[in-house]
Structures are given as C-alpha cells and as structure tokens.
C-alpha cells in the first residue's frame, strides 16, 4: 500500500456540489497538507494542519474546507464546487521537525467541475 | 519573501547527453532547497534537498544539484539522460526555522527525452 492514500483519483462534479476528498498516512507523520495544481502555476497551498487540533489556511482556501479526523487522515472538501476549482489536488505528509524535510505526496486526485 | 523561477517550461534532450534544468530562487533566509520529480498520473517525488552543509548534493537516479549561494541557483543535472527521465521536474525553497516554514514552488519543467 502507498504511503499517502488519496481518494478517488478522479472525480467529475457538477457545479453547486458538495465534494469530499479524502486522504490518508501510514508514515506516522503529524503534519499533513493539502495543495492544488494548475498548469503553469506549479503547487499552491490550500489547507495544512499540525495536528489533531491545529489547522491553518494556506495560499487558496476559499472556498474549500478541512478536517483532521484523527492523526492518519485529513480530508479536503468543497462546499459548492464551481468551475475553476477544477485542478489537480494532492495530500502530502512531512515529518515534524524545527525545519522543512521534504513532502511525501499521495498520488492526486484529478478534480473536473462541469 | 521567497521566490522560484524555473527558466523553461519544456526542456527536450537527447538520450544520453546532458540534462540541466535551471533553477534560481529568492530568499530573505537561508534557504532550504529541493527538487521533486513527477511522472505522469503520479504524485510529487522527492529526488534531492540541499539543506546546510555541503553545496553538492545527489539524489536519486543519478541527479544532483549544486547550490550557489552567490548565483541565487539550485540547478538540477544528470550527466546522460534516459527515456526514463522524461517527466515534470519542480524545484522549491523553503526557509525559516520553527513552525510552519513556507514551501515556495516553481511552476515546474517538463522534460522530453528524444530518442
């Protein structure tokens, strides 16, 4: 099994839809992201949370929620899907650490709002 | 405030000559540098980091990359390029130290392995 456990891989919604994305670790890491790419724009940073209790917006959350439902899962959703949040979404997962170690990434869900 | 810019979206090569994908960054800390591979249909995957110590550092499937702190570069390369290779390659920066250190991404460069 894969280390970060996105699902589905892919989805097709249709605007005004509520939308969960689901994501989960067996690394044993604490920290856990949520990031979303576009062509041309790289990664940008939706939702990260450090814990159980502790979650922080990043870049781009408008629009999108989260839940940390226990220490191995983070869940992504969107309240009302619209168009333009039609993109790649990936959960990834980094040790705890005082500095930045590097990401392991799930595998992406590919998101179309019709 | 940091920054990435990957010069050239598309890079082709040839098999067997030399890979080198550009990567220049800002960064008003020392920075953390790093470099992810992504084949097609797949998540990120981390292939080298710089973080202290020594400015050449290699990673997986023969890359490596050399951090100058007076150019502001972390350019990847690989001395002969496989088909292998073809994928998309982003660089990132991240600095600061104690709870959330921001990741800066680049906007990525596809690299094409020409037979």
């Known amino acids: 099994d894969a280390d970060v456990t996105q699902t589905p891989r892919n989805r097709i919604t249709k605007t005004g839809k509520r939308i969960m994305l689901e994501c989960s670790q067996t690394k044993g890491h604490d920290r856990m992201y949520w990031y979303r790419q576009d062509p041309g724009l790289g990664l940008r940073l939706i939702y990260y949370s450090f814990d159980v209790k502790d979650i922080n917006k990043g870049e781009i959350s408008d629009g999108y929620s989260v839940s940390r439902q226990a220490q191995a899962k983070f869940s992504l959703s969107l309240e009302s899907a619209i168009p333009n949040q039609t993109a790649l979404y990936f959960c990834a997962t980094s040790e705890t650490g005082e500095y930045y170690d590097g990401y392991t990434f799930g595998s992406g869900t590919r998101l179309t709002v019709v | 405030a940091q920054s990435v810019t990957q010069l050239g979206s598309h890079v082709s090569v040839s098999e067997g000559a030399l890979v080198l994908l550009r990567c220049n960054y800002s960064?008003?800390?020392?920075?953390?540098l790093f470099w992810y591979v992504q084949y097609p249909n797949q998540g990120l995957q981390l292939l080298l980091k710089?973080?202290?110590?020594?400015?050449l550092v290699k990673g997986i499937n023969g890359f490596e990359a050399e951090f100058k702190k007076s150019e502001t570069s972390f350019h990847l390369t690989k001395p002969s390029a496989h088909m292998s290779d073809a994928a998309e390659y982003f660089c990132?920066?991240?600095?600061?130290?104690?709870?959330?250190?921001?990741?800066?991404f680049g906007t990525g460069t596809k690299l094409q392995v020409i037979p």
């Open positions: 710089y973080t202290t110590g020594a400015t």
């Open positions: 990132a920066v991240s600095g600061g130290s104690g709870g959330y250190q921001k990741v800066t």
């Open positions: 960064s008003s800390v020392p920075p953390y």
